[in-house]
């Protein structure tokens, strides 16, 4: 069993449309929780960062952790083409990290 | 700053033949993380340095596979003999915030072997 998983997708939604990514993990060790987002032929980039189970917001963005089912979430709101891209869910133990294998997501206008 | 530069940014090469692939962090960053990208597997964690000394390699596939840091500024990651089932996306990132601080990431090298 891989310790988190993420389905590959792909996503594709309507301009302003709400998008909900998702990961499970298996390691109850896993503290850190954070997404990134990678263009097409680019390096990952960090969009969010949470520590502990709820909520965080960040302008259009949405990251929940729930520990106690092992699962974040991803909420983008008002989508938009320019958050074509794909997104990344990865975890911390506090030394070792895993990433999900990411999730494509296309925006159509 | 620039960034992260990674050269070469696509390699092509032969089974059996070495590859280096090249790292400048970000200046003033005293963690540098080396990774591997691919369709099955994601993105995998190889090795990290912390202060220029390797932390952890556990990450690293094979002993065809090792990297170094010689200086605050640059490291390599080198593979040899090469197989095909090595052709990935390798990313270099670092950061100056320890373990958990954002990291910032190269643009990669697409590497193709033969």
């Known amino acids: 069993q891989k310790e988190v998983e993420q389905d590959p997708g792909p996503l594709s939604v309507p301009e302003g449309a709400i998008v909900s990514l998702n990961c499970t993990y298996s390691?109850?060790?896993?503290?850190?929780f954070m997404w990134y987002r990678q263009y097409s032929r680019k390096g990952p980039e960090l969009l969010m960062y949470?520590?502990?189970?709820g909520n965080k917001e960040d302008g259009r963005f949405t990251a929940q952790v729930d520990k106690s089912s092992k699962y974040i979430s991803l909420f983008i709101r008002d989508s938009q083409p320019s958050d074509s891209a794909t997104y990344l869910c990865?975890?911390?133990?506090?030394?070792?990290?895993?990433f999900g294998t990411g999730t494509s997501l296309t925006v159509i206008p | 700053d620039a960034g992260v530069i990674q050269s070469p940014r696509h390699e092509v090469t032969e089974m059996g033949q070495e590859v280096t692939l090249r790292c400048k962090p970000i200046?003033?960053?005293?963690?540098l993380f080396w990774y591997r990208q691919t369709m099955m597997r994601g993105l995998e964690l190889l090795i990290y340095?912390?202060?220029?000394?390797?932390?952890?390699d556990s990450g690293m596939p094979e002993d065809r596979f090792s990297a170094k840091m010689p200086n605050a500024s640059f490291s390599t990651l080198k593979i040899q003999p090469s197989e095909p089932r090595d052709s990935a996306v390798y990313f270099c990132?670092?950061?100056?915030?320890?373990?958990?601080?954002?990291?910032?990431f190269g643009p990669g090298t697409r590497l193709l072997v033969l």
């Open positions: 990132a670092s950061t100056f915030s320890g373990l958990l601080g954002t990291q910032y």
């Open positions: 390691n109850s060790a896993f503290q850190y």
């Open positions: 949470t520590y502990s189970s």
């Open positions: 990865a975890m911390s133990t506090g030394n070792q990290f895993y």
């Open positions: 200046s003033g960053h005293d963690y």
């Open positions: 340095f912390n202060n220029n000394v390797p932390i952890d």
